[in-house]
């Protein structure tokens, strides 16, 4: 165990729900492996009492915190100042404070990638089909948008929000309707779970996988449980499936260098762990 003090550097995750996220497992794994004198806390927070919540915090010694949903365009709205990333993202994932002022920074973009990274995908040649319009949605539209994705299919529940997101974000994108978004699967080389269904099994994502293009990828932002129905139902159609679990370490390595001033290790690896945590809470 590492050691903790008067003189511990604090930081945090928040959200709700909140007791689903690995984020303290994984920042405990890296904050052991480099005995540090640290901590890091999940926070379950309503929306309703967000900004207080936050504003508290930021008057404290607390080095940061990490933010999920539903928080995370609130999370940019409450800033002082905020990255380019988040800006153009218009949501925040990381939450640093100095001075009483709150600074935003969105590393979600980033992650995705990085989760992405072993498909190859040919971003330039693709069409990719994003399911969900909120914050997680917002960072890997823009991510795609960077990474100069061909075409960019949208869905969300709420069409008026998807629209919103292309007016503000991704005005190349379309939008069709949720009741539609089997239609035009046969488009999509890459497909995304950005929304929370499927999230500790409740409400799954499910797709009319028959008609999805073979050799697409599907990517799930849920990682919790490990195999959703939706990349289930991609993997017994033979399409590649790619969990969350890696976007989620991916993300999280400049949250850790922001809150503790190091880098987080890669050996031992984190993901191992996580998995093993993730089968002991099933």
């Known amino acids: 165990m590492s050691r903790i003090s008067g003189s511990a550097r604090l930081a945090g995750v928040v959200g709700d729900p909140i007791a689903h996220s690995l984020s303290p497992a994984l920042m405990r794994f890296w904050i052991e492996a480099l005995d ?21 915090i930021a008057e404290s010694h607390i080095a940061g915190l990490n933010v999920t ?36 920074d969105n590393t979600d973009a980033a992650g995705f990638l990085a ?30 948008l960077t990474s100069g994705i061909s075409r960019l299919i949208l869905s969300n529940r709420s069409k008026s929000r ?22 035009v699967l046969a488009e999509a080389d890459l497909v995304i779970n950005a929304t929370s269904l499927g999230l500790k099994g409740v409400d799954p994502l499910q797709l009319d996988w028959k008609r999805a293009k073979p050799g697409s ?4 932002s849920v990682y919790t449980p490990l195999e959703t129905e939706f990349l289930k139902g991609a993997r017994q159609r033979g399409l590649t499936g790619v969990d969350g679990l890696d976007m989620l370490i991916g993300q999280a390595r400049p ?28």
């Open 36 to 56: 540090l004198n640290a901590l890091y806390a999940p926070f379950a927070v309503p929306a309703a009492g967000f900004d207080s919540f936050v504003e508290g």
């Open 255 to 282: 949250s850790f260098r922001a809150f503790f001033g190091r880098e987080a290790p890669i050996l031992p690896p984190v993901r191992p762990a996580l998995v093993a945590q993730l089968g002991d809470e099933a």
């Open 115 to 144: 989760a992405l990274k072993p498909a190859k995908i040919k971003y330039r040649q693709s069409t990719a089909l994003v399911l969900g319009a909120g914050g997680a949605s917002r960072a890997l539209v823009y991510a795609l």
């Open 162 to 183: 998807a629209e919103r997101l292309v007016d503000e974000i991704a005005p190349m994108a379309a939008v069709v309707d949720w009741d539609q978004k089997d239609n």
């Open 217 to 220: 990828v599907a990517f799930d």
């Open 69 to 104: 949903l539903p928080h995370k365009e609130a999370a940019l709205a409450l800033s002082d100042t905020a990255s380019k990333a988040a800006r153009e993202i218009g949501a925040a994932n990381l939450l640093t404070f100095a001075d009483g002022k709150i600074h935003a």
